[in-house]
């Protein structure tokens, strides 16, 4: 399954299930980058691209200015 980047969003809502190379640890939203680096890996774009893509997404959902 594809999902288009103008429909993703980045989060760290599980504490205990941490990306590599962080596994084992509690999650939090440092890890942000782990997973951010993640996606523009399987996406083949770069790690920018996700961050400006995702933030975009969540001002919209969330209404934010």
Do not use: F
Request: glycine residues 2%; without cysteine; neutral net charge.
């Amino acid at each position: 399954m594809t999902v288009p980047l103008d429909r993703m969003l980045i989060e760290t809502d599980s504490p205990y299930l941490a990306p590599e190379p962080k596994r084992g640890t509690r999650n939090d939203s440092r890890n942000l980058e782990y997973i951010a680096q993640k996606i523009a890996e399987v996406k083949q774009i770069t790690i920018e691209e996700v961050a400006k893509a995702t933030l975009e997404n969540a001002k919209r959902i969330l209404q934010i200015l």
